[in-house]
């Protein structure tokens, strides 16, 4: 008797710890996806997302449940004082996101429509957003602090750009391509340094000049004969076949 009731309190014990378990993970994995949105929104770093994605049960607890919910009532609050720039710069960072995917994804036909829109005109349109939003929320709040890297919205997304366009001057570097200023034009045979070899046919009619009423039959002359280095056939000797390799002038 007592080694079952031993068993069946062990027994017990093993699914009301499963179950247990199994809560926690629940709201782990809640807690954890309202954090990722929170961190998201106010663009915290990757870096610093603590939490791992996965629940592990050697590691995660009831306590772990109770820093997660701090974490999301602090960043909350973050989000509910700085929501006027933080928007906006969310949504800077959605036409920054695309034009990166354009540029990655060379078989997409639409990235040669959508890009020149998204660099020319929403970019700038919602850095300027950003930048208004921002002065308003500083006029607003002078003693609070909003930086992202230790830089403000503005300066923040300028630096994205400008990384982005030196890694991409680096990456040309490396692939050996030039610059449209190094390139050398193309060649055609106007630029071609050639030797001209100046023919000696001229030719065989000469118009001499004359009153505009004159007729071209009158104005005719044979061109003199030039001297040629080789005597020319008579049209007899002409209309004998080439073929005839007995021939002679």
């Known amino acids: 008797m007592l080694v079952d009731r031993t068993t069946e309190a062990a027994e017990q ?5 499963k179950e247990h378990i199994g809560t926690l993970e629940f709201l782990y994995t809640e807690k954890r996806i309202a954090l ?16 791992p994605e996965e629940f592990s049960p050697d590691h995660h607890d009831a306590s772990t449940l109770a820093i997660m919910d701090e974490r999301i009532a602090h960043l909350t609050e973050l989000y509910d004082r700085q929501k006027t720039v933080l928007d906006k710069l969310t949504a800077w960072t959605e036409l920054w996101d695309e034009k990166l995917a354009h540029e990655e994804w060379e078989k997409d036909p639409a990235r040669f429509n959508n890009r020149g829109a998204v660099e020319k005109q929403l970019l700038p349109h919602a850095q300027r957003e950003v930048a208004l ?26 630096r994205k ?14 692939k050996g391509t030039p610059s449209r200023a190094g390139m050398t034009p193309a060649m055609s045979l106007r630029n ?5 070899d100046i023919s000696c046919i001229g030719p065989c009619r000469v118009v001499s000049s004359g009153p505009k009423t004159s007729s071209p039959k009158a104005a005719y002359k044979r061109p003199a004969p030039s001297d040629c280095s080789s005597p020319c056939p008579s049209p007899a000797k002409r209309a004998t076949p080439l073929r005839q390799r007995n021939w002679k002038p």
């Open 13 to 17: 014990l093993v699914v009301e710890s």
């Open 36 to 51: 990722r949105d929170l961190w998201e929104k106010c663009h915290v770093p990757i870096s610093d997302w603590t939490m």
């Open 133 to 158: 939003a921002y002065a308003i929320y500083r006029d607003e709040n002078p003693e609070d602090e909003l930086k992202f890297d230790d830089l403000d919205p503005v300066e923040w997304l300028k």
């Open 161 to 174: 750009v400008r990384v982005r366009a030196e890694n991409k001057e680096f990456e040309a570097q490396m």
């Open 192 to 196: 071609l340094h050639m030797p001209i």
